[in-house]
């Protein structure tokens, strides 16, 4: 048993202050929220940090419950995914790890280095671009959500696509949220 | 014409349409999963309203917060909102809230409806 105590030394280490792993739904990700919106009001994060965490972690958690790839391995599936929040004293990182099918990782990587070569006034114009002239897909846009996250953090959005297996890789996603800027 | 009345919860925003004492007004949170089927009973009444509108409309928004899945349907209902005569935007945003007057900001340069600026 004592991998308990290794992922509490990791947690430590990494100062997470907040793990799930699991099926991700709006229900999960409402539950997620609320405990970490406890957290921050608990510590008397200032409400600009505050609600810049809040916002980055919901594009996070419902870019998952919308785009994250069923995983099939034989007959088991499932959408098992980890999101993670650390907390360090300049900063919040919200990270998320999702499956990806291999032949999409192309597309999101395109998207992902598109935002992070643009500048704030280039972000904005994207974000007005795809709201003006775009519609909801049925899953509901997940460009969008990146450019809200980098824009709100204002900070570039780092990731990597470790490998699974022959099909999947494992969509590590990690944005920064400067603390205390009041 | 009957009144719009949804009740807010910790992802949906609260919404209050009534013509007849001259209500509008959306505020509160949202991050609903489905912000299209959220959003739609509101796109059907802003152009039921749109036939028989009254003189003059001052449409509040009053969001804490909402996600980019529902920022398109805020501009859905400001573009429904558009075409109607008389028509003005309130934008309500906490006074320390920087993201939500820029949001406001960016939505009154995407229509063609005058926006007022207010914070609470």
Redesign the interface.
């Known amino acids: 048993m004592n991998f308990i105590y290794e992922l509490h030394r990791t947690m430590m280490s990494e100062k997470l202050i907040l793990v799930y792993q699991g099926d991700f739904t709006?229900e999960t990700t409402?539950s997620i929220?609320?405990m970490a919106e406890r957290n921050l009001d608990s510590s008397g994060e200032g409400?600009?940090t505050k609600?810049?965490v809040?916002?980055v972690m919901?594009?996070a958690l419902?870019n998952i419950?919308k785009h994250s790839d069923e995983l099939v391995d034989g007959e088991t599936r499932s959408h098992a995914a980890i999101f993670l929040i650390g907390k360090q004293a300049n900063r919040y990182s919200i990270m998320s790890g999702n499956p990806i099918r291999k032949e999409n990782i192309a597309n999101l990587q395109k998207k992902l280095e598109h935002i992070n070569n643009l500048d704030k006034d280039g972000l904005?114009d994207l974000?007005?671009e795809i709201?003006?002239n775009?519609?909801?897909s049925e899953k509901?846009?997940a460009s969008?959500?990146f450019?809200?996250m980098a824009r709100?953090s204002g900070e570039k959005l780092e990731f990597s696509f470790p490998e699974m297996n022959a099909e999947y890789c494992f969509f590590c996603l990690k944005v920064n949220v400067p603390r205390g800027e009041? | 014409m009957e009144i719009l009345n949804l009740e807010g919860a910790?992802?949906t925003p609260k919404i209050i349409l009534d013509k007849k004492n001259g209500i509008f007004e959306i505020s509160g949170r949202s991050?609903p999963?489905d912000?299209?089927e959220f959003y739609r009973p509101v796109l059907e009444w802003i152009g039921n309203y749109g036939g028989d509108p009254n003189p003059s409309t001052e449409f509040v928004f009053k969001l804490e917060?909402f996600?980019?899945?529902s920022?398109?349907?805020i501009?859905d209902v400001l573009s429904a909102l558009e075409d109607i005569k008389g028509m003005k935007i309130m934008w309500y945003y906490?006074e320390?809230?920087?993201?939500m007057e820029e949001a406001g900001q960016?939505f009154s340069?995407?229509v063609e409806i005058p926006f007022e600026f207010k914070t609470y």
């Open positions: 709006q409402k929220l609320a409400s600009s609600r810049k809040f916002n919901v594009e419902q419950v904005k974000y007005k709201i003006k775009t519609t909801i509901g846009g969008l959500g450019v809200d709100k009041e | 910790e992802d991050l999963e912000s299209a917060y996600n980019t899945a920022s398109k349907l501009l906490h320390d809230d920087e993201d960016e340069e995407l």
